[in-house]
């Protein structure tokens, strides 16, 4: 486990990734009016792309044990014990199978979507959303060559964008920007993301769903915060959390506007912030063990199992015996019980309004 020594390894945040999932199959239960299924975003979706995007990809702790210990029991390149919300978000829309887009070696894919302005260092692994952008339409142009093909294609996809902001917002904070300096770069975030939309619709995508940020600061990163009044009664970072508020109500605006704009376009927010505070209450109220509903199954040290010093997979730092009762994996990322359980949460909103029919 060779990353444990290398510098750039210290901090293992939220990554970006392209992951494309072009299975047409759909499995007995759910027939929804579309065949593809795209997706854009970042280290919580990533099913194995952030380790295939660069030279060292292997020493990332999602290649490595005990990341997959709960499925398949090896590592995928996801970052959790298992699955992810979108694999089961994917399965519950009828899809059979997922595959991660790989670019061979972008590894110098790490331009950030405000590269300009507040020059924040964003580690190389990363993949901007302007970054997966190009890589998703050399794919599409490589399958579709004709503007028309490319129309076609698209008009029978559901295109999920994000999140993709939780690298932006963390590192920022983490390389000791305010909580006002990161609000001031929240427009040119929510700009990239809606740009990204707006120009997929102009290709002919008909369906798009933008997800909100879930939750940070849950009291591992980012944190130099020393005072209790800053915490909220759940024991999450409150400023953090107001920023990322800001944040989601911003792309709803957003997406508001986007829809006045393209009135025949399917355009709809996903609420990831509230559908995984639920889950984390309600984990809180009813599990046996309240602390666990913060704690990570993976890590070690703090209120909450995290320290990024010695991160999940580091020599030496626990995993407890059964991640299915645990909401955070690494202190970061989900188990994967909290993705399934979130995705259920998220699909029962979403299903019948893409008019997919279950039997
Ligand atoms: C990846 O690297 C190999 C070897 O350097 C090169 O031949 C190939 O063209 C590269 N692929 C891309 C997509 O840049
Ligand atoms: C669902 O079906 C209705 C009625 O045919 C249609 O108006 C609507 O656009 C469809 N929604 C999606 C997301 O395809």
Redesign the pocket.
């Known amino acids: 486990m060779g990353y444990a020594t290398s510098p750039s390894m210290k901090v293992i945040i939220f990554l970006m990734f392209v992951l494309v999932a072009t299975t047409s199959s759909q499995s007995q239960n759910t027939r929804c ?1 579309f065949d593809l299924l795209y997706h854009l975003g970042d280290g919580v979706f990533d099913n194995g792309n952030a380790v295939a995007n660069m030279q060292h990809g292997s020493r990332l702790p999602a290649a490595n044990i005990p990341y997959g210990n709960t499925h398949p029991g090896k590592p995928t390149g996801r970052w959790s014990d298992g699955l992810l919300d979108i694999d089961y978000g994917a399965q519950g829309l009828g899809f059979s199978e997922i595959t991660a887009y790989l670019s061979e070696n972008s590894s110098s894919a790490n331009a950030i979507m405000f590269a300009e302005k507040p020059r924040i260092k964003i580690p190389s692994y990363t993949v901007s959303l302007n970054i997966q952008m190009s890589w998703f339409k050399k794919y599409l142009n490589a399958i579709c060559p004709t503007p028309t093909d490319r129309a076609d294609k698209l008009s029978n996809a559901l295109f999920l964008f994000g999140d993709v902001e939780a690298n932006d917002i963390t590192y920022s904070l983490i390389q000791r920007k305010s909580i006002q300096q990161v609000q001031s770069y929240i427009p040119y975030v929510t700009k990239a993301q809606i740009n990204a939309a707006r120009e997929v619709i102009k290709m002919g995508a008909t ?1 798009i769903i933008l997800p909100g940020n879930a939750p940070m600061g849950l009291g591992a990163d980012p944190g130099s915060c020393a005072n209790t009044a800053d915490y909220d009664d759940m024991g999450c970072l409150k400023s953090v959390n107001d920023l990322i508020k800001l944040k989601n109500n911003e792309l709803q605006q957003a997406i508001f506007g986007l829809q006045k704009e393209f009135p025949n376009t ?1 355009i709809m927010y996903a609420d990831f912030y509230n559908s995984e505070l639920a889950l984390i209450q309600e984990t809180s109220i009813s599990g046996k063990n309240k602390k666990m509903a913060l704690q990570a199954c993976c890590g070690v040290g703090g209120k909450y199992n995290y320290d990024k010093k010695r991160f999940c997979g580091y020599p030496g730092v626990p995993v407890c015996s059964d991640p299915n009762q645990y909401f955070f994996w690494d202190g970061i990322h989900l188990t994967q019980e909290a993705n399934n359980r979130l995705s259920s949460a998220l699909q029962q909103a979403t299903l019948a ?3 997919c029919t279950i039997s």
């Open positions: 009016p369906r399917f309004t893409l008019n």
